[in-house]
């Protein structure tokens, strides 16, 4: 069975450009998470999708947004970069979502603004 | 809001010593719990979960943890480590019930470093 793959696996954007990450979960995986993870703050929540619907969303401004598609892949954008946007986001599948099931990540988007 | 505390930042062992990962969370609730480990170069992978039940969960590779609710803690235990269990761990914790409702709060991580 072929893991949660996250494209593109890095990427260079300078300051008040614009970023989507994609994500392609676990087949049969209707739940997309999305977490952004920096040495300072650790994992935080950005947002979960569920069967194209938003079901949960962390503490993140609007410039902050995402998807998720009829087949469960899911995209996430970022607006208006910032430098402190830098991090790297991961992605996370699941067949029901936190907390009744277990969460499989993907190997992560490395975003770095210059 | 919950919040999850992982008290060790880096932890450096000998090969057969013993671990213990401290972790406590902040939620008076019901509480589903995990601890999840990013061995280099790889993704998050799940070590283990406790959502009820015996209080002692085993998990792979040999490890378990404890959930103690008058401590609110969850500590990641060990008995003899090695070399490949260096790693970061991370503890997590989401509101539980049986809803699915909810994200994972996690911890900051702590650092295993395991000297051959």
């Known amino acids: 069975k072929a893991g949660v793959t996250q494209t593109p696996r890095y990427l260079i954007k300078t300051r008040g450009q614009q970023v989507t990450l994609s994500c392609s979960p676990i087949s049969g995986h209707r739940s997309v998470s999305w977490y952004q993870q920096t040495p300072g703050q650790g994992l935080q929540f950005l947002f979960e999708y569920f069967s194209e619907t938003q079901r949960n969303k962390g503490n993140f401004p609007g410039r902050f947004s995402g998807r998720q598609f009829s087949n469960s892949r899911s995209e996430m954008n ?30 992560g988007s490395r975003l770095t603004v210059l | 809001a ?43 992978q799940l070590l283990l979960k406790y959502f009820s039940g015996d209080p002692l969960v085993k998990g792979i ?32 914790v989401n509101e539980g019930g049986g809803g699915s409702q909810g994200n994972l709060i996690f911890g900051k991580g702590t650092k295993l470093s395991v000297k051959p």
């Not at chain 1, 208006?80 to 499989?104: I, K, M, N, R, V």
């Open chain 2, 61 to 92: 590779k040999g490890f378990e943890a404890e959930f103690i609710k008058s401590k609110f803690s969850f500590n990641l235990r060990k008995p003899s480590v090695q070399w490949s269990d260096t790693a970061e761990y991370f503890c997590a």
């Open chain 1, 78 to 107: 970022v607006s208006t970069l910032e430098l402190g946007d830098s991090a790297l986001y991961l992605c996370a599948s699941s067949f029901l979502g936190a907390p009744t099931g277990e969460l499989f990540f993907g190997e």
């Open chain 2, 2 to 44: 919950q919040s999850v505390s992982q008290h060790n930042h880096h932890v450096i062992l000998s090969e057969a010593a013993s671990l213990e990962l401290g972790c406590n969370y902040s939620y008076g609730g019901t509480v589903n719990l995990f601890w999840y480990v990013q061995y280099p170069g790889q993704h998050l």
